[in-house]
Nanobody, 124 residues
């Protein structure tokens, strides 16, 4: 099973980027889909999550209001709209899928499927 994150790039502070997560074909019914990020020299951290149905979303408290997660269509299963980006948002962003429920959306260890990351760089 493959997940692939895309949409990263270089943007100035205050700008926006939209990340997408695609799958090679598998569906993840009943799963929670999540975005995580890892800055250089730091631990990987939860960014946002969404249930497969799209009915429920979850966000890291510090990112609420700037980032919006949504379910995609077809093989593009999930998007992350990032607005008003800050240099502190610079990181590799990963998409992942967890068979556990939304109550565990923030728990990285619950995610069993991971995609390759996409680099987001925000310049000041």
């Amino acid at each position: 099973v493959q997940l692939q994150a895309s949409g990263g790039g270089l943007v100035q502070a205050g700008g926006s980027l939209r990340l997408s997560c695609s799958t090679s074909g598998r569906t993840f019914g009943g799963h929670v889909l999540g975005w995580f990020r890892q800055a250089s020299g730091k631990a990987r951290e939860f960014v946002a999550g969404v249930t497969w149905s799209g009915d429920n979303t979850y966000y890291a408290d510090s990112l609420k209001g700037r980032f919006t997660i949504s379910r995609g269509k077809g093989r593009n299963i999930m998007d992350l709209q990032m607005n008003n980006l800050e240099p502190e948002d610079t990181a590799i962003y990963y998409c992942a899928a967890s068979p556990w429920g939304g109550s565990y959306a923030e728990e990285m260890r619950r995610y069993t499927y991971w995609g390759q990351g996409t680099q987001v760089t925000v310049s000041s």
